[in-house]
C-alpha cells in the first residue's frame, strides 16, 4: 500500500437508520426516527446528515433501514441528494454491530476505510480531521467523543456541607461515544452477524490498542436526537445560532 492511498480520505459512509426511536414518539408512530424533521429547518435528521457527509467529501453512502424503512426510502427517492444513497433492509434486527455489517457489504470501495454514524445524530465538525486522526495512529476503529452537558444543575459543596455554588448544565466529566466513526477496512470482518459492536469487538479492540478516540473540536455542535426535549433544544438552538 503506497503512503499516497493509505492518507486518501474515506469516500463511502453507513449511516444505520434501523431504530424503533420509541423515546420520540409520537413522532416516529409514521416514520423511522431518521425521518424526524429538525423544527424549522423543513428538513428530517438524515438530511442534514446527507448533506454534512456530502460537504466532507462522502460520495456514496448505504443507509441501514429497519423500522417503517418504506417512510425513508420514499423520501430519499423524491429528494435531491448531494450524493449517491444505497439502502439496506433489516429483514429482522440484527442488532448495531450486525447492521453495520450487512450495510457495509453494499459500500463501493469494501477495500478502503469509511465512515458510519448513528441515524439519530446531528452533528458538524470536521470529517476530514478525523479521518486523518484515525490514520495516524493506525487504528481499525475510530470513534469521536463527545462531553455532554448533564441535563439538571450541579450543586458545589465545600468538605463542611456549606453549599458554594448552583451550576446550571455542566458539562459533564466523562466524555461519550458521539456514534460517528472511522472504519478501516479491514473493521467489517470483525463484526458480529448479530448483536452489538460495542460490546464484543470495540473491547477488543481496546484491549489491542486498535480503538482510537477523537474528541471534537472545541465548540463543534453534536446533539442525540433522543426525545422531544433534544428536538425542543435543537430548534432553539438552531434559532440562537
Given at each position: 500500500?503506497?503512503?499516497?492511498?493509505?492518507?486518501?480520505?474515506?469516500?463511502?459512509?453507513?449511516?444505520?437508520?434501523?431504530?424503533?426511536?420509541?423515546?420520540?414518539?409520537?413522532?416516529?408512530?409514521?416514520?423511522?426516527?431518521?425521518?424526524?424533521?429538525?423544527?424549522?429547518?423543513?428538513?428530517?435528521?438524515?438530511?442534514?446528515?446527507?448533506?454534512?457527509?456530502?460537504?466532507e467529501g462522502v460520495t456514496d453512502a448505504v443507509v441501514s433501514c429497519?423500522?417503517?424503512?418504506?417512510?425513508?426510502?420514499?423520501?430519499?427517492?423524491?429528494?435531491?441528494?448531494?450524493?449517491?444513497?444505497?439502502?439496506?433492509?433489516?429483514?429482522?434486527?440484527?442488532?448495531?454491530?450486525?447492521?453495520?455489517k450487512h450495510a457495509a457489504a453494499s459500500l463501493p470501495h469494501p477495500?478502503?476505510?469509511?465512515?458510519?454514524?448513528?441515524?439519530?445524530?446531528?452533528?458538524?465538525?470536521?470529517?476530514?480531521?478525523?479521518?486523518?486522526?484515525?490514520q495516524e495512529r493506525d487504528a481499525t476503529a475510530t470513534l469521536a467523543?463527545?462531553?455532554?452537558?448533564?441535563?439538571?444543575?450541579?450543586?458545589?459543596?465545600?468538605?463542611?456541607?456549606?453549599?458554594?455554588?448552583?451550576?446550571?448544565?455542566?458539562?459533564?466529566?466523562?466524555?461519550?461515544?458521539?456514534?460517528?466513526?472511522?472504519?478501516?477496512?479491514?473493521?467489517?470482518?470483525?463484526?458480529?452477524?448479530?448483536?452489538?459492536?460495542?460490546?464484543?469487538?470495540?473491547?477488543?479492540?481496546?484491549?489491542?490498542?486498535?480503538?482510537?478516540?477523537?474528541?471534537?473540536?472545541?465548540?463543534?455542535?453534536?446533539?442525540?436526537?433522543?426525545?422531544?426535549?433534544?428536538?425542543?433544544?435543537?430548534?432553539?438552538?438552531?434559532?440562537?445560532?
Open positions: 500500500m503506497t503512503s499516497t492511498h493509505a492518507f486518501s480520505y474515506p469516500t463511502q459512509a453507513v449511516i444505520l437508520a434501523g431504530g424503533q426511536g420509541s423515546r420520540l414518539r409520537p413522532y416516529t408512530d409514521d416514520r423511522p426516527k431518521p425521518m424526524v424533521e429538525i423544527p424549522g429547518t423543513g428538513v428530517p435528521i438524515i438530511g442534514h446528515q446527507l448533506a454534512w457527509l456530502a460537504s429497519g423500522h417503517l424503512a418504506e417512510v425513508l426510502q420514499d423520501w430519499l427517492v423524491s429528494a435531491e441528494l448531494p450524493l449517491r444513497v444505497t439502502t439496506v433492509v433489516e429483514k429482522e434486527p440484527l442488532g448495531r454491530g450486525g447492521g453495520l477495500d478502503q476505510a469509511w465512515y458510519a454514524t448513528n441515524g439519530d445524530i446531528w452533528t458538524r465538525f470536521s470529517l476530514r480531521e478525523m479521518a486523518a486522526f484515525h467523543l463527545a462531553r455532554p452537558r448533564i441535563p439538571w444543575g450541579a450543586v458545589e459543596t465545600d468538605e463542611f456541607g456549606n453549599v458554594l455554588d448552583f451550576i446550571e448544565a455542566p458539562p459533564s466529566p466523562y466524555l461519550i461515544n458521539a456514534g460517528v466513526y472511522v472504519f478501516s477496512a479491514a473493521f467489517r470482518d470483525l463484526l458480529p452477524e448479530r448483536g452489538d459492536h460495542e460490546r464484543a469487538t470495540f473491547p477488543r479492540l481496546a484491549r489491542e490498542r486498535r480503538l482510537a478516540g477523537f474528541p471534537l473540536p472545541h465548540g463543534a455542535y453534536w446533539r442525540a436526537i433522543d426525545t422531544a426535549k433534544d428536538l425542543t433544544e435543537a430548534a432553539k438552538e438552531l434559532r440562537g445560532a
